[in-house]
């Protein structure tokens, strides 16, 4: 057990040695390395980017735009931090924008009004199961319209903690690292947001 | 801990967000108390409901994203780097000048970083090469790999590559080769999406025996229930054509995906015969979704056929 927790932490050690050795390439010019590093993170970036805006267009531009934006800044990257930490700051920078900026033109729905009644744009990214039960459908149509109700009535800010500590498992305190605030402060808006979805998916759980 | 106390700290207990100590005043207190232990139980309710509506980006958004990415990078260069293009390292050259900021260390030589480049832009995010006329390289060329590179001392390269050209066609849907090309992106292993709107297309042409082989092969075959279910709308006209209603049968009795077996069952019933009847008669015995199992006992009702077999 220890022999493996011991391995764990060379392993990361390794990894961050490694990244560091990455990252010290893009800084030099290196396009290969550039693409590395943009690998190693994408993916998550990109779940991150769908699971908060809920539209796959959103989603590329913030893939996009954070992406860019490490490219034209990595020269300005001191190690203060950890590349995660730092890359996460853009990403939620923008990602808070888009939220923010939602809320002025008011929620765009993932739901949508058509002529066969109203469709989760979202539901085209999942892939029907083979043993899909019409019962269980409708009543997980019905949780995942109340559970997007719910996300909507968050704060931008509580629905980013809770995007980051739920989906991604980020522990708190570098939630707080990467929305430059405490571990006290993404506590509470952790607290916040999760007595709202208790309130609004209430009986259905 | 009061129940209060611990209804409170019940949300970052499970995130695992409390120090020891408090945690074990929660777990001592729920052992005790069943109405804290249901708030647990409760929050451990919400967040598998919330599991189950993760949204992992689909690999063709991340493709795009990439190939997106890459043609950004790209774009960052300088007009006239761009104009360059008779000097095919230029290309390289300039782009690599502006991609960087001034701070940045460029010492190598401008060869090797014209690999790179290559390497970065053709072939590792095997997106399109954007606009390039290098060594013949076709501007609309799609790099799917590079096989090897080999320099030589003057400075030169030679690099070979496998390289495939997207062509845009169109035509009306009657156009033969439209059709021809329909009928192959309709059987496109890699793409359901390609699938779905092909098979979308072919529904209205089932009236030929080519397309209507190609939607009985998507009803029996495609993994995508879509891509079933459209496949279903185009044989609509013909349940009674006896291939038709052979696969139709075979179908209800195997498709593993409850909406498939609901439209069999409306396909088949518009023609009601026995040996419709002793379908879904046989299909009652072991269906085991309720809806399903309704919907086939109502139409053997329609039919005054029974229910069950005797």
């Given at each position: 057990?220890?022999?493996?927790?011991?391995?764990?932490?060379?392993?990361?050690?390794?990894?961050?040695?490694?990244?560091?050795?990455?990252?010290?390439?893009?800084?030099?010019?290196?396009?290969?390395?550039?693409?590395?590093?943009?690998?190693?993170?994408?993916?998550?970036?990109?779940?991150?980017?769908?699971?908060?805006?809920?539209?796959?267009?959103?989603?590329?531009?913030?893939?996009?735009?954070?992406?860019?934006?490490?490219?034209?800044?990595?020269?300005?990257?001191?190690?203060?931090?950890?590349?995660?930490?730092?890359?996460?700051?853009?990403?939620?920078?923008?990602?808070?924008?888009?939220?923010?900026?939602?809320?002025?033109?008011?929620?765009?729905?993932?739901?949508?009004?058509?002529?066969?009644?109203?469709?989760?744009?979202?539901?085209?990214?999942?892939?029907?199961?083979?043993?899909?039960?019409?019962?269980?459908?409708?009543?997980?149509?019905?949780?995942?319209?109340?559970?997007?109700?719910?996300l909507a009535g968050l704060t931008p800010r509580e629905r980013m903690v809770f995007e980051l500590r739920h989906y991604q498992g980020m522990r708190l305190r570098a939630i707080g690292d990467v929305l430059g605030t405490s571990e006290e402060a993404a506590k509470n808006c952790l607290f916040r947001a999760t007595q709202k979805m208790r309130t609004v998916l209430g009986d259905l759980i | 801990m009061t129940c209060d106390e611990v209804t409170r700290a019940i949300p970052l207990y499970h995130y695992g967000e409390l120090a020891s100590e408090v945690e074990e005043g929660v777990e001592d207190h729920v052992e005790s108390c069943a109405s804290c232990r249901a708030e647990l139980a409760y929050q451990?309710?919400?967040?598998?409901?919330?599991?189950?509506?993760?949204?992992?980006?689909?690999?063709?958004?991340?493709?795009?994203?990439r190939h997106e990415l890459v043609r950004a990078v790209y774009r960052e260069e300088t007009p006239a780097a761009r104009r360059n293009a008779s000097d095919p390292w230029g290309l390289f050259r300039d782009a690599f000048r502006s991609l960087w900021h001034p701070g940045i260390r460029f010492g190598q030589p401008i060869g090797a970083m014209a690999l790179v480049a290559l390497g970065f832009f053709a072939a590792r995010f095997t997106g399109s090469f954007p606009g390039a006329t290098l060594g013949g390289l076709a501007p609309d060329a799609i790099v799917s790999s590079i096989r090897s590179v080999q320099p030589d001392n003057t400075g030169r390269v030679q690099i070979s590559l496998d390289?495939?050209?997207?062509?845009?066609?169109?035509?009306?849907?009657?156009?033969?080769?439209?059709?021809?090309?329909?009928?192959?992106?309709?059987?496109?292993?890699?793409?359901?999406?390609?699938?779905?709107?092909?098979?979308?297309?072919?529904?209205?042409?089932?009236?030929?025996?080519?397309?209507?082989?190609?939607?009985?092969?998507?009803?029996?075959?495609?993994?995508?229930?879509?891509?079933?279910?459209?496949?279903?709308?185009?044989?609509?006209?013909?349940?009674?054509?006896?291939?038709?209603?052979?696969t139709l049968t075979q179908v209800l009795l195997k498709d593993q995906n409850a909406g498939v077996r609901m439209q069999v069952i409306d396909l088949l019933i518009a023609h009601q015969d026995a040996a419709t009847a002793g379908v879904l008669q046989a299909l009652i015995g072991k269906e085991d979704n309720s809806y399903v199992r309704m919907r086939c006992q109502n139409a053997l009702r329609d039919m005054n056929a029974s229910v069950g077999t005797f």
């Open positions: 057990m220890l022999q493996d927790a011991a391995g764990a932490a060379n392993a990361r050690a390794a990894s961050k040695m490694d990244e560091t050795a990455v990252i010290r390439a893009v800084q030099g010019g290196d396009q290969d390395a550039f693409e590395r590093l943009v690998r190693a993170y994408d993916q998550s970036v990109l779940r991150l980017a769908i699971n908060l805006l809920r539209s796959p267009e959103d989603a590329r531009d913030v893939y996009q735009e954070a992406f860019l934006r490490v490219y034209r800044n990595i020269h300005t990257f001191r190690f203060d931090c950890s590349f995660h930490t730092w890359l996460y700051r853009i990403v939620t920078n923008i990602c808070l924008d888009h939220l923010r900026k939602r809320k002025v033109r008011r929620e765009e729905a993932a739901v949508i009004d058509t002529a066969d009644g109203p469709v989760d744009r979202m539901d085209s990214f999942e892939e029907e199961g083979p043993d899909a039960d019409p019962e269980r459908q409708m009543w997980n149509n019905q949780l995942s319209g109340r559970i997007q109700a719910a | 451990k309710a919400l967040a598998a409901a919330l599991d189950r509506h993760d949204l992992a980006p689909p690999p063709e958004l991340l493709t795009e994203c390289e495939t050209r997207r062509r845009v066609v169109s035509g009306r849907l009657e156009d033969q080769d439209i059709r021809r090309l329909l009928l192959a992106a309709a059987r496109e292993q890699d793409n359901p999406g390609v699938r779905v709107e092909s098979v979308q297309l072919l529904t209205d042409q089932s009236s030929s025996a080519e397309t209507r082989s190609v939607l009985l092969e998507a009803v029996m075959r495609d993994p995508n229930p879509g891509v079933r279910l459209k496949a279903l709308q185009g044989l609509k006209s013909f349940s009674t054509d006896p291939e038709v209603h052979r």
